[in-house]
């Protein structure tokens, strides 16, 4: 018999407030198909879905919610809906360059806490949580745990001090870098010029997130392989870093569903999707 080990595998990973598309089909069904063999050979398996909740978008959705909305639209069919708005948006927005400046104010809002801001956002993920879950139980797949970029907010100055303590940051154009020749990799871009934090930074703070919670021999993750050198500079960073479990993550890609050719974008409104599949 195998030595009993946890191993955490990230997979699904929708984005909230946009309906599920035919391209979540291959990380949702590959990540959990891994996590079964897994526990049938005797492992313990968190299943994450680390759902994009937060970002630009919000501000976006924010805006046109409160442009065009109304509650009982959003109440009787939600994803639908918000991705009505959110389309309308980027339809809008090309005559209105205005309503960009209004996303980032609402957005900013959002980060400092502001209550109207966060009403919003947790109703909008809330009911999006909904939606996904209806295909997941269709697909007779589930998770561990739901906590999305959100959650890691809070999370990431920590792993950014502790880079500088260790002296793994380095000044490169007025941003921040781990330096990563020695895996033959382009250094890590961890905080922006203008002091913004980047996905990696976000990525970073969840590894040490899992390693202090779920002390993981094994990380997975199930993601596309236009990802695969994202992934490489993530493992080497957290191997920098001294993480237990670095040497043990994996990337699992996966190809790119088109549609005639094209990649599938929400925002063009050229989508499959996933429930009508």
């Known amino acids: ?14 984005n909230v407030a946009k309906q599920m598309h035919v391209g979540h089909l291959r990380s949702t069904i590959i990540g959990d ?8 050979i005797g492992h313990k398996v968190i299943r994450a879905n680390h759902v994009g909740d937060w970002g630009t978008q919000f501000g976006k959705l924010i805006t046109a919610y409160l442009k065009w909305g109304n509650e009982e639209d959003v109440k009787k ?6 991705v009505k708005y959110y389309v309308k948006f980027h339809k809008e927005d090309v ?8 996303a980032r104010e609402w957005f900013k809002k959002l980060e400092n806490g502001d209550e109207q801001a966060h009403q919003l956002w947790s109703w909008f993920r809330d009911e999006s949580l909904k939606a996904f879950k209806a295909i997941y139980d269709k697909l007779g797949v589930q998770f561990d745990t739901y906590n999305g970029e959100a959650f890691y907010n809070d999370k990431m100055q920590g792993v950014v001090d502790e880079l500088k303590d260790k002296g793994l940051l380095e000044e490169s154009q007025g941003a921040q870098v781990v330096n ?10 961890i905080l922006k010029s203008d002091g913004a934090s980047l996905y990696i930074t976000r990525d970073i703070a969840t590894a040490v997130y899992r390693e202090n919670t779920y002390h993981p021999a094994m990380n997975l993750y199930v993601v596309g392989s236009e990802q695969t050198y994202y992934f490489k500079q993530l493992k080497a960073v957290l191997m920098e870093m001294g993480l237990p479990s670095a040497k043990d993550l994996h990337h699992i890609p996966f190809g ?7 990649k599938l974008s929400t925002r063009k409104g050229n989508v499959i999707l996933l429930q009508n599949v």
């Open 1 to 14: 018999p195998v030595k009993a080990e946890t191993i955490v595998i990230d997979y699904s990973a929708p």
């Open 95 to 102: 005559e209105h360059p205005e309503l960009d400046d209004e």
């Open 33 to 40: 198909a891994a996590a079964r063999t897994q526990e049938f």
């Open 256 to 262: 790119l569903i088109t549609v005639d050719g094209k």
């Open 77 to 82: 069919d939600p994803i639908t809906n918000l």
């Open 180 to 189: 990563l020749d020695k895996y033959d990799l382009n250094p890590a871009l």
